[in-house]
């Protein structure tokens, strides 16, 4: 198999083809399924293959517009085996429409179990392997549970999303716990930091990358300040309250530096208001409106807006 | 479908019906399979039969043994859809058998997608549903990351094991520091015992149980003392380092409130040098003597020896 390019330089690139960060997560819920795909069968089989009809026509639309996509696995998950191979028949979709995908799986364990996790999603394998472009994975067990991630990412042009800094209120419960004068999440921050310069790519960025919610503006301005290396995921733009300007601290001068995920103000948009009347047949106009609305809000507000000037200034490095 | 019995009640009970708290590892790795299971093909769904032949082979030599087992998910998991497929297989198989079964899956997320995930492996709905006993949970993201899954398992007589302090060296990067005097693990450690409490049944344990290292002893030991409700599981005994008078500090008085992990040792028993001689077609007789030889250590230096003579006073509390 060739070998792949640095995940942060495609990354990057991916952004400014499609110039803008915005990543659509893929969430899927039965009860929130458009008409045309709802079924009252509460059989897991049949609840996976409408996740699957869901989501591969939600990547035929948003694949032109947007760098990368970011499964939930939980909600496949919960649909049992079946739900597994639905989503690993969307992540084939989404790499036949040329989107990344991060798949949002919060993994974590120690030694040969780590590897174990990495190999699963990240390893460019036999043909019937996930080979996702990154992985989210929870830093709890400490740093030596995040080295398996780290190698076989590196072996596989893939990279790995390490939660520093989740949107949810409790996750001051053990994160922001100030020890010998830093925060929890400011020693993950340093660690994560620290591999993601040494994995530094053409972009400037690293493979090993942030979660870091966009509900801590302040937070999100400080890391971004010190981690100059370190691609962050933003999610909780949208649905989950962070609002434009609070995502806009997430990226350098250059309007780089991030990606920005939402999820159900984009998959389930017909539900709002204005777009009830599309709830039925033209559902996926409804996720494209959404979509470019998210982009434009983007760009008004973040220095991702620079990215189109940046295309005229050939050469110049950012 | 029945309510189901309080997680920690069924747990003791299985405990005192097999005199011991040993549980066994479900860790199947391609490279160690006995001699009649393994194969030459790198086909995920090969090796994912392969598997599920060896785990339900386990599954059938430990059941009149020990109370539960502890698949590793991350095993299945490296192996594809299919590989979840087989887990689902082995499960069933266990709920045959009789036998508890505790994914280690180390599952974590907020919101929505925790309650996803809490009831993708703990509820007990349609016939395909995996509706395990208890599964292993990651508290990095926060206590309201982990109130779906204590409602959940509430809800489907099933427990949940939070990560408290884990027996890698690098568990003291984030769960050792000490902030407003407490360290990290202890403020974790605090929150379960309170949520144990609340969930205590007739056997005084709780359905929110605490996975807490061998490795670390005057912890351990000083984490039984401030968990009077928690069940804590033990993993590292055996192949990890953990000796069984290290494990011996994890039991209450009267030898219960623990069960001990033990997978490489058990699971690939005939690869030590005194069971060479079983490496084929006996395999599952080293199986069963390694399963045997775990249960008298855990009995020679833990007060599970206590268990014998418990049964002989009925009404007792302990």
Chains 1, 2 share one sequence.
């Not at 390019?5 to 929130?32: E, H, I, M, W, Y």
């Not at 009809?53 to 499964?71: G, M, S």
């Not at 043909?127 to 709890?140: G, Q, R």
């Not at 400011?186 to 993601?196: D, G, M, T, W």
Request: proline share 6%; hydrophobic share 40%.
């Amino acid at each position: 198999m060739q070998p792949r390019q640095n995940f942060a330089d495609r990354l990057c690139d991916a952004v400014r083809a499609r110039k803008t960060p915005l990543v659509v997560g893929l969430d899927p819920r039965a009860s929130q399924l458009p008409e045309p795909l709802r079924t009252d069968s509460t059989h897991p089989a049949e609840i996976a293959s409408a996740y699957q009809k869901f989501c591969c026509e939600i990547v035929d639309v948003v694949a032109p517009l947007v760098p990368a996509v970011k499964p939930q696995m939980a909600f496949f998950e919960e649909q049992g085996p079946a739900g597994i191979q639905a989503l690993w028949n969307v992540v084939q979709h989404c790499r036949q429409r040329g989107l990344m995908v991060i798949l949002d799986g919060k993994r974590g364990d120690i030694g040969s179990t780590a590897v174990a996790y990495a190999r699963a999603y990240l390893e460019r394998g036999p043909a019937s392997s996930w080979a996702a472009d990154a992985l989210t994975v929870s830093p709890w067990l400490g740093w030596d549970s995040l080295q398996p991630f780290i190698e076989v990412s590196q072996e596989n042009g893939a990279g790995i999303f390490v939660l520093v800094r989740t949107s949810n209120p409790g996750s001051r419960d053990f994160q922001s716990p100030v020890a010998d004068g830093r925060a929890m999440f400011e020693r993950v921050a340093e660690l994560v930091q620290s591999a993601a310069a040494e994995s530094a790519g053409a972009s400037g960025y690293g493979n090993v990358c942030a979660v870091v919610g966009a509900t801590w503006p302040e937070e999100l301005k400080r890391l971004r300040d010190s981690m100059p290396n370190t691609i962050f995921l933003v999610p909780g733009f949208g649905a989950q309250g962070g609002t434009a300007s609070d995502v806009a601290q997430a990226f350098d001068r250059h309007g780089m530096g991030a990606i920005v995920n939402s999820s159900r103000k984009i998959i389930f948009a017909w539900e709002s208001e204005s777009r009830r009347h599309l709830a039925n047949s033209d559902w996926q106009l409804a996720v494209e409106q959404a979509t470019l609305e998210a982009i434009e809000q983007l760009q008004e507000f973040t220095p991702a807006r620079n990215l189109v000037d940046a295309d005229k200034r050939p050469g110049e490095s950012f």
